[in-house]
């Protein structure tokens, strides 16, 4: 059982006062998951998104399926 810790980090392109997730890539080959939490709350929980399902995410934003905000 490995006890590594989330390195949490944010967009380069999050520079809108704080309204940001962060993720933590570097447990995706030892656990196949990518955490996800808020940043405005770091002690708070941290949702675990299975590494497809994150990849497919990004994909969908990076193609605008998801529209504008």
Request: glycine share 12%.
């Amino acid at each position: 059982m490995t006890t590594e810790s989330p390195r949490w980090f944010k967009s380069s392109y999050s520079n809108n006062g704080g309204d940001c997730v962060e993720v933590a890539v570097n447990l995706v080959a030892a656990h196949g998951v990518v955490p996800v939490r808020d940043s405005k709350n770091v002690s708070g929980p941290a949702l675990n998104v299975p590494t497809g399902s994150f990849a497919a995410f990004v994909a969908g934003v990076k193609t605008g399926d998801f529209g504008s905000v």
